[in-house]
């Protein structure tokens, strides 16, 4: 009894002393602007792991060491603050805005920095201007936004890919996007449907969930990600919860697209169509009001005649609706943040649409000091449904709006759909899209778990194992109510999955030593990827249950593909900070892929960068002129692995020779294939003057070297080539942003931006050749000393005014009116040579306006529809659009296009010809939004925490050159029947209580 009693007093004793080691600091931080709560804050014990946040009334409450000294206080928007401890218990702070984002904390490569501590190029975009902007996908929201991350697009379809260009292309044959990865973990990106036209992965993403886009663009910043990082990084962090009440925001709009079209672009008018036709038989040696042939019969009595505007048939205004809700909160040891979205976006035209229903929950919960888990998981179902586009299909809508005869009816007198249209091969596309399907349903979750361990002072370990998984069906399916031929339906079905499975483990240090201060990182990552899919082919099911089980099963095909990949990778990061003036940083990373050859799975990559804070010296540190004035200097060397799973492989296919099936050789074996490798140099200078004006200038150049080409081999090999490192490229220029805090009062706020970037792609090294065309677009040519992409044309020479007769240049550079003679040269360039945005900001009170505008200048586009939509008589009894009116009609006419011949079988209108070249300059608004927030006088009485409406609009207009709807062509500045740009307009109202 007596040792419990001595072992109760001793343990007591123990507690109290240890409770005298500690002591509880309270408070609340408010805005110095408004004296309003700032909830949210991070609080944080220098020198220790030991924090906390404040709560939505800007209140907070954390037990520190009783030799604690001082508290860190931090929040996005504001200035950093410090405050010693002493002997107090209470300590309120009024917190300053960082106005110039000089103390902003920025999201790095596996980790986090000061914004003023960066040596590479890092660019972030204010994630609160995109979340009233009406895309399906954060990267669309991204054009214009910063300097030298280029935004293309080949369709304007709802849940469309995109094509992101950070710096330029790097490769032929290898990938050109750049990585993302999301929460630290890297994920899966672009087009993985089947049957639709196109489809985005990153669209599984409600961009209203996202906290912070982090662009790494140089080497210095991307490197550490080795083998994936040549084209840069996007970095993504979603929003966490914060300590206090919980809080629940709901969000909702409605609208509208419809056709960007700013250059009145369309079919002829009828009577001028009319007058075409009456020319074209003429000038064919024919008489059009014959009526014995009726191929050629075009009277004038055909103004009296029904008519038909297909285009206006085939479009409409699609309807976009979006519902948002998210409810996040917390304590000091678990935060939540669960949010639920719904889309449903309709194209401008039928049957083309998208909806998303989607879900993410993250969890925090600090289990102890020393312990933190979560978990991060996004759950989306993705349905797409189109027709066939990006190509001339008689049932794509934009190509057959545009060129159906305005004879022809689109329905019959009992209102059924006419399927009598010979000129137009019977088909009528409002029939294909009620009747036909062809759509892709995605369900789709990616989800991590974390857990932080705090090992001892400064040193952390954190490891994270993320799992990304797509389940994909697909139909396609072609009734025989749309073609009055056939009787039995056609199907297709697929259904395809996607895994990616990611372990990434940290072991981190941090420090401070005085006036030094280290961060060190060591990384282990591993990637396991596979894809497997099937499709089946039933031509005979019947209509009334239309299922493969209908079909005829000796007609039926199937089809079967797998692949794979792996990954493994370890790395490395260094920094050193002397007193906030010299920073370096350095890493390496050493990549194993299962992509490449035996003789070269592993690469190695490293960069280092150096830094120069000149404002924190003596003799600029108290001035009033220079906020910021940095000088930065980096090189580096990043891999490209962008290729096929089994390229390093000798392949074999199926083959039938003389009624016998077997394999054939289809590929040779190179065990040295290897990966391309990017070398970045880069200096940049970050400025902030007169506390106004922040900004950077960067100037950059990059070689692209092992560039993966296809190596010609003689025909006795059995093969035609061997992909092997052959090539080089480089990649030059500059990049400049400034924005300016022009007026600010408690009441009014003017802010200006503006970024610009310049580069120029040079082909350095083919290997035996000097040019070869591209395998995939023979428009483009790849040639020594010119640009990564040029167009590689036959050269059009206009219209001789003597007979209308379409002119070309030959070798010699004379006239001739023969398309076979005309010679074929270097016509220009799909890529821009400059491009940017300009960007502002005005609000008044409760009243704001944001406005964004981009533009690219430099670059030529190729509208080679016009073969068939300008075809000088050639494409004969269809519709031409309006700008075939300026056609010739009598000697010494100075006019654009030939005279039209009936049939004409002169190939004034071919492929490939400078005639349908454009200057692809433009500059557009891209995105308004005007929007409203009630004043607290008027929330506190509704018990509301805040209330907003708002109107938003994308692609308000375009000033541009080009004859088509939009002139955005993609990467390459081509296409054939694209789903053009849509212009969207939006209402509505966000609130939280």
Not at 236 to 242: A, R
Not at 302 to 312: A, G, V
């Amino acid at each position: 009894m007596k040792k419990t009693i001595v072992f109760l007093t001793m343990f007591l004793i123990g507690a109290l002393q240890l409770l005298a080691q500690t002591k509880t600091i309270s408070g609340t931080v408010t805005s110095a602007e408004d004296g309003s709560p700032l909830p949210g804050v991070n609080i944080v014990v220098v020198g220790t792991s030991m924090g906390t946040i404040t709560d939505y009334q800007g209140h907070y409450s954390i037990a520190v060491p009783a030799n604690a000294k001082t508290l860190e206080f931090k929040f996005v928007g504001m200035k950093s603050v410090t405050r010693d401890i002493g002997d107090q218990s209470v300590i309120d702070v009024v917190m300053e805005p960082d106005v110039l984002g000089l103390d902003e904390i920025i999201i790095t490569a596996y980790g986090t920095q000061k914004r003023e501590a960066k040596t590479g190029s890092v660019s972030t975009v204010e994630t609160k201007s995109l979340k009233d902007i009406p895309e399906t996908s954060f990267d669309k929201m991204l054009s214009g936004k910063m300097a030298g991350v280029v935004i293309s697009s080949t369709s304007g379809q709802p849940g469309s890919n995109v094509q992101v260009r950070i710096r330029g292309n790097s490769s032929i044959l290898a990938g050109n996007q750049p990585l993302y990865v999301v929460d630290g973990v890297p994920v899966m990106q672009g087009d993985q449907s089947y049957f639709t036209n196109t489809s985005n992965a990153l669209s599984a993403i409600n961009p209203a969930d996202i906290e912070s886009i982090t662009v790494l663009k140089d080497a210095a910043a991307a490197a550490v990600y080795g083998s994936r990082a040549a084209n840069g990084v996007i970095l993504i962090t979603t929003k966490s919860g914060k300590a206090g009440e919980s809080r629940i925001s709901f969000r909702t709009s409605y609208g509208f697209d419809q056709l960007a079209n700013d250059n009145h672009y369309g079919t002829m008018k009828f009577d001028d169509w009319l007058q075409y036709q009456r020319d074209a038989v003429i000038n064919a040696g024919g008489n059009p009001d014959d009526s014995s042939n009726p191929r050629y019969y075009f009277p004038e009595s055909y103004k009296d005649s029904t008519r038909t505007n297909w285009l206006d048939e085939l479009t409409r205004r699609g309807p976009i609706y979006n519902a948002e809700l998210s409810i996040e909160g917390g304590n000091t040891k678990t935060t939540h943040y669960f949010s639920g979205s719904y889309q449903k976006h309709e194209g401008v035209f039928y049957d083309i649409g998208f909806e998303r229903f989607q879900g993410r929950l993250n969890l925090d919960h600090q289990v102890k000091k020393w312990l933190k888990v979560g978990t991060h998981i996004n759950v989306a179902n993705l349905n797409s449904n189109d027709v066939a586009m990006q190509s001339l299909y008689f049932v794509n809508p934009i190509f057959a709006g545009l060129l159906i005869s305005p004879l022809d009816k689109i329905r019959n007198e009992d209102g059924s759909y006419n399927l009598n249209i010979p000129s137009w091969m019977n088909t009528n596309p409002r029939a294909n899209a009620e009747y036909d399907e062809q759509w892709e349903k995605q369900n789709r979750i990616n989800g991590n778990i974390y857990v932080d361990i705090d090992l001892y002072k400064g040193l952390k370990f954190r490891t994270t194992n993320n799992y990304e998984y797509m389940d994909g069906e697909g139909r396609r399916y072609w009734s025989p109510k749309a073609d009055l031929t056939v009787t039995k339906g056609t199907l297709q079905t697929s259904r395809s999955k996607y895994g990616q499975l990611t372990t990434s483990n940290l072991l981190t240090y941090n420090n401070t030593f005085g006036v030094h201060t280290i961060s060190a990182t060591a990384g282990q990552e591993a990637t396991k990827y596979n894809y497997n899919s099937y499709y089946i082919y039933s031509p005979d099911v019947d209509p009334n249950i239309p299922f493969p089980t209908t079909s005829t099963s000796d007609k039926d095909e199937a089809d079967y593909e797998e692949s794979e990949y792996t990954l493994l990778s370890y790395f490395g990061l260094l920094s050193y900070n002397y007193d906030n003036r010299y920073f370096l940083q350095g890493s390496v990373r050493r990549d194993g892929s299962s992509r490449f050859g035996e003789n070269n799975k592993w690469g190695t990559f490293w960069s280092v960068g150096l830094s120069w804070n000149i404002s924190n010296e003596a003799f600029l540190e108290n001035s009033s002129i220079v906020n910021l004035l940095k000088l930065r200097g980096s090189y580096g060397l990043s891999g490209n692995f962008n290729i096929g799973n089994y390229e390093q492989f000798g392949l074999y296919g199926s083959y039938q020779y003389n009624g016998v099936s077997g394999f054939v050789p289809t590929q040779p074996a190179n065990p040295d294939l290897g990966w391309e490798t990017n070398r970045e140099y880069n200096i940049g200078l970050d400025y902030a003057f007169f506390d106004i004006f922040t900004g950077s200038l960067d100037v950059y150049k990059r070689f692209t070297e092992d560039m993966l080409l296809n190596y010609p081999l003689s025909r006795t090999s059995g093969f035609s080539s061997i992909r092997k490192n052959i090539g080089k490229l480089s990649n030059q220029g500059f990049e400049f942003m400034i924005d300016a805090k022009v007026f600010k009062t408690s009441d009014f706020t003017w802010n200006l931006g503006f970024n610009v970037a310049y580069n120029e792609s040079e082909i350095l090294d083919l290997g035996k050749d000097k040019q070869f065309i591209d395998p995939d677009n023979n428009r483009i040519v790849h040639k020594v000393g010119e640009r990564l992409h040029s167009f590689y044309l036959y050269d059009y020479a206009g219209v001789n005014p003597a007979n209308g007769v379409a002119l070309w240049y030959n070798d010699s550079g004379e006239l001739t009116n023969k398309y076979s003679d005309a010679r074929r040269i270097v016509a220009g360039s799909p890529e821009p040579k400059f491009t940017g945005g300009f960007n502002t900001l005005l609000s008044w009170k409760g009243l704001s306006l944001n406005t964004t505008l981009m533009f690219k200048t430099g670059n030529q586009v190729l509208i080679e529809e016009e073969r068939y939509l300008n075809s000088d008589g050639a494409f004969w009894l269809r519709n031409q659009v309006n700008i075939a009116t300026d056609y010739w009609k009598k000697p010494g006419d100075i006019t654009r296009n030939p005279k039209p011949i009936a049939d004409n079988a002169t190939q004034s209108r071919e492929y490939r010809s400078t005639r349908h070249m454009y200057d692809g300059d433009y500059l557009r608004i891209k995105d308004v939004t005007l929007s409203y927030g009630f004043s607290n006088a008027i929330l506190d009485k509704i018990k509301l925490q805040s209330l907003r409406i708002y109107a938003s609009a994308v692609n308000l207009y375009t000033f541009h050159n080009v004859d088509f709807f939009d002139p955005e062509r993609g990467v390459q500045g081509t296409g054939f029947g694209i789903y053009p740009q849509t212009k969207k307009f939006m209402l509505g109202i966000e609130l939280s209580f």
